[in-house]
């Protein structure tokens, strides 16, 4: 099993640029997530889902968007970047009954914004 | 003020030492308690969990939990270099129906041989 994936693993956009950042898993997991990490801000939940074709928002949800068509997959859309977006991002995901304490995380995506 | 504070360190200690690495909290109706250990560059990963107040352990690490002062602990015993990470808490209470997990800033743990 390839576990949590994302893609791209770097990327460099400008201001006011659009991106999505591709998170795949391959465990059935029915819960993901998106967070990002910045220093000494520990991890920042963005949006969440609890299953295919739902998603709820986080606690820093402005700027961003996600869609979750397959239950394998969840997108993450920057539709103009900034520069208080550069960051690491990091999706995870969780099984429905140990959500509450297990979540696999991915190797993250480091995104600078100039 | 943060739901959950954690203070990120650096904590340096000699191999073999006893660390020591905690968390306050202060929403009550936490219920889940979680320490995760992320190396430079790489993923969170889960190290141990805790359900409720109580004390559980795991080969070198031990974890604390002590609901009435809303603090929480994990301890590593004779602290290897490869123990060097940084060590994030985390808990999670219901919120809208699912538990979602609030994570404190981590903690940067360096063991030097």
């Known amino acids: 099993n390839a576990g949590v994936t994302q893609t791209p693993k770097f990327r460099v956009l400008k201001t006011g640029q659009s991106m999505t950042l591709l998170c795949a898993q391959d465990m059935n997991h029915e819960y993901m997530y998106w967070y990002r990490q910045d220093p000494g801000m520990g991890l920042r939940l963005i949006h969440y889902?609890?299953?295919?074709?739902?998603?709820a928002k986080g606690e820093v949800p402005d700027g961003y968007n996600v869609s979750r068509l397959k239950k394998q997959n969840f997108l993450l859309g920057l539709e103009s970047a900034a520069p208080s977006q550069t960051s690491v991002y990091f999706c995870a995901s969780s099984y429905l009954d140990r959500g509450p304490y297990e979540q696999y995380f991915g190797p993250g995506t480091r995104l600078t914004v100039t | 003020q943060k739901e959950v504070e954690q203070d990120p360190g650096p904590l340096s200690v000699p191999e073999g030492a006893i660390v020591s690495l905690n968390c306050t909290y202060s929403?009550?109706?936490?219920?889940?308690f979680m320490w995760y250990r992320q190396y430079s560059r790489k993923g969170p990963e889960l190290l141990m969990y805790?359900?409720?107040?109580g004390n559980k352990e795991d080969g070198r690490f031990t974890a604390q939990v002590d609901k009435s002062s809303k603090y929480i602990s994990l301890f590593i015993r004779d602290s290897q270099p490869s123990d060097s990470a940084t060590y994030l808490c985390?808990?999670?209470?219901?919120?809208?129906?699912?538990?979602?997990?609030?994570f404190g800033r981590g903690t940067s743990l360096i063991v030097h041989p």
């Open positions: 985390a808990m999670s209470a219901m919120t809208g129906g699912s538990y979602i997990p609030t």
């Open positions: 805790t359900y409720s107040s």
């Open positions: 889902s609890v299953g295919e074709g739902t998603t």
């Open positions: 929403n009550s109706a936490f219920q889940y």
